[in-house]
């Protein structure tokens, strides 16, 4: 379906006109978007029924069509040029809403605006996260899906450039303002890279270009955060640009409890240790993108994203060693400092032709990244008893690489009036380089015997793909199937050793969606994907330097990939308020990797990674969201849970079974015409553990936002008020038992403000990433 809008008379194109396409039967709303530089507008992959077409632009009449019809005879519809009648504007109270759902069901994903989200305006990507039904996010700003870590973070469609820790500090630091939406999709089909066995969650940016130029400015205040941004596009012919700058100051302080028994010796041995951490960091990031229409049909592009960080530590731990009776054999204090910096650079090219958006089109696409980072830590011990113990210094100096380059090709072709094929191969390498050096003293001088250490290991992984799917649709009923086969060969040298450790292995990736719309916004689909998750360098390294005698972690260069089969059941229901959406699911890990403590008889513990176990979950949840057409709006999740962890090779003691349950909610109040309440509440279940288990926790969140005119936002943020942010954790074996409490002081109040500049941003038909299913997703609103 497509047509032009113009001005009345001189016939001039009319950009970002707001056009709502939606069902007539139900008023569900199917597509949403604003025309172009041109006045046109196109939606594409519609079924055969009746529509409702409304188009609205500040200052000029709506345009409405109640009967707009598709069927195997006229499969699509052109309304040709539509002239937009010039309307008075002056009178108060005279004002159209559009409301879109806050979530937005797609067949193959879930996507959720961040309009509506307390920290949509002054909090980061982390806040914006926790804020989705879907997902868990713990204490520590780690992404889970169906209580599984194993996700895979993209943005626009792309695997971000930086993996682990990096990723979720960069997520910590990066602002709200520049979400759109989050996308998630729990059974991605083969077309997508298969990497992250719980599935996908794609970040969608801000990346609407008004025409001629535009921007933004924001800044935010607080005791965790503080920044500022601001953003600029322009858009003219057949070139648009947009690029941005943020910078922010944060701090976050964290303080733990452990106590852990050897059993191995009699009495027991005991050693406990409380510590407390802060940090201290700088942030800044850039991004710049550019599309240039060589064609209407062939478009060329390139982006260009960069970030500096750096952060001060400082931690303090007091240990006691003693027995069960207790007599206390030791106490002593540790204190650490430390700084670390790291620099990321990210760049993308590509060209696409596109015949027919999401039918007949094809891209080839080359990126690369890299990550260069330095670290120093300095520790000092003072022992009180024994009292002759002399006082011990140590420095550990590292540097870090991590390159990453790719090329992707994509090719979707017609297949008859409904259906489509789709092939692509993407080939691409990993290195992640790692240089250390550990020097400890004792009393000024060099250690006896020596504790000294040098860590150097070089990472490579190459991998290789080609994938295909096939999907047409019949009447009500769609089906998508397809497999990406992949030949991985990796190295692992860990040069301060001699060691070289070699893991070559073939996958095959099979992946199903079938769908069946009832009408009247009711549908069902089954889905299912067969994903992977491989071990980093951290994971695989076995020459760790430590300092901590009483607390050691090897990694196991032994270490395979693990692999999860995924079932999903959807049955949604769409409606002119809101959706609701109950699914049922079964997911079954192999080779699922565990961290495995030993404790010997002196009560020192040492850590690895193990393929120990095979983890099999069955649960269901239910997700409802309110469209906010009224006061109130937002979405709520509840779920539930069984969880059977069978590392029995490690002992029989390792097989454990577990009924949990989790509950969120996002809830948002209009209390004025300008003027929300806002409250996010999230409940996260207890997690079994290969030894043992965790606790569950709260988060809780209160948020306000006041409109200035039609430009500004001003907001407040109040997280974690009555300070929830704290849980456990319990392990064990025949050689020890452990119970650790952390606390993360989350509690915080801040502000932001938001003024934009420049025409109204028009969200643009942009090309499809290399990783984004063609057609299916939703148009973003703006």
Known sequence: MSGRFVEPGLRAPLASVEVVLRRAADSTVVAHAGTGPDGRFRFGDLRQERYLLRASLLGHESFVRRDLVLSDGAPDVDLGTIALAVAAIAIPGATVNEARATAILSPDRNAYLTKDMPSATGGTATEVLRAVPELDVDI?????????????????????????????????????????????????????????????????????????????????????????????????????????????????????????????????????????????????????????????????????????????TESSTRYTLADSTPVVSGRYDRTDDGERSNNTTSVTAGLQHVAQQGKDERDI??????????????????????????????????????????????????????????????????????????????????????????????????????????????GRFSVQAGARAEAARTTFEVRSTGQSFENDYRSLFPSANVAWDFGKGRSVRATYSKRIERPSAWYLNPDVPFTDSLNRTVGNPDLGPKYTHSYSLDASWNGSRGSLRLSPY??????????????????????????????????????????????????????????????????????????????????????????????????????????????????????????????GWLSLSFNDPFQWGRYWNRTGDSSYSQTSTHQNRMRTLSGSFTWTWGKAPEQKQRRQTAEQPQGDSPTPGR
């Open 140 to 312: 520590n700003g780690n992404v889970s899906l169906r209580g599984s870590s194993s996700v895979t973070i993209q943005f626009n469609g792309r695997a971000a450039p930086l993996k682990g820790e990096a990723l979720t500090t960069f997520l910590r630091q990066m602002p709200a303002s520049r979400i759109e939406r989050v996308e998630v999709i729990a059974n991605p089909s083969a077309r997508f890279d298969p990497e992250g066995t719980a599935g996908i969650v794609n970040i969608v940016l801000k990346d609407g270009a008004g025409l001629g130029l535009s921007g933004s400015v924001n800044g935010y205040v607080g005791r965790r955060y503080n920044g500022a941004g601001a953003r600029i596009a322009w858009q003219e012919g057949k070139l648009t640009f947009f690029g941005g700058l943020s910078g922010s100051l944060y701090q976050y302080d964290y303080g733990s409890s452990t106590e852990r028994f050897g059993l191995l010796s009699t009495p027991p041995s005991l050693v406990r240790y409380d510590a407390e951490s802060g940090y201290r960091g700088r942030y800044a990031m850039s991004d710049a993108s550019v599309d240039y229409a060589l064609t209407p049909k062939v478009t060329i592009y390139g982006t260009l994203n960069g970030s500096r960080g750096a952060n001060d």
């Open 365 to 474: 696409e080359f990126m690369q990244s890299r990550t260069s980072g330095d670290n120093e830590t300095r520790g000092r011990t003072i022992t009180y008893l024994p009292t002759d113990s002399p006082e011990r210094t140590s420095r550990n100096s590292t540097a870090t690489g991590y390159c990453e380059r790719a090329i992707q090709a994509n090719d979707t072709r017609p297949l008859g009036a409904k259906g489509k094929l789709e092939l692509g191969y993407r080939g691409s390498e990993r290195i992640h380089t790692n240089s250390g050096a550990l020097r400890v003293l004792e009393g000024g001088v060099p250690a006896v015997p020596s504790l000294d250490d040098d860590n150097d290991y070089r990472h490579r992984e190459v991998f290789h793909s080609g994938y295909a799917t096939l999907g047409s649709t019949f």
């Open 586 to 711: 079964l997911r079954h890990t192999i080779g699922n990797w565990d961290w495995v403590t030993t404790v010997n008889p002196d009560g020192r513990a040492t850590a690895t990674w193990r393929n120990a176990s095979s983890v099999r979950v069955f649960g269901a949840s239910l997700t409802g969201s309110l469209r906010q057409t009224g006061r109130w709006g937002g979405t709520a999740s509840v779920g539930l849970s069984r969880e059977h962890h069978d590392a029995g090779n490690l002992s029989e003691e390792f097989r454990r079974d577990a009924t949990s349950w989790s509950a969120s909610g996002n809830l948002t109040f209009k209390a004025t015409g300008t003027l929300d309440l806002q409250m996010y509440l999230r409940y996260t279940p207890p997690s079994i553990l290969a030894q043992g288990r965790t606790s569950s926790y709260t988060f809780l969140q209160l948020g306000t936002r006041q409109k200035l005119g039609e430009k």
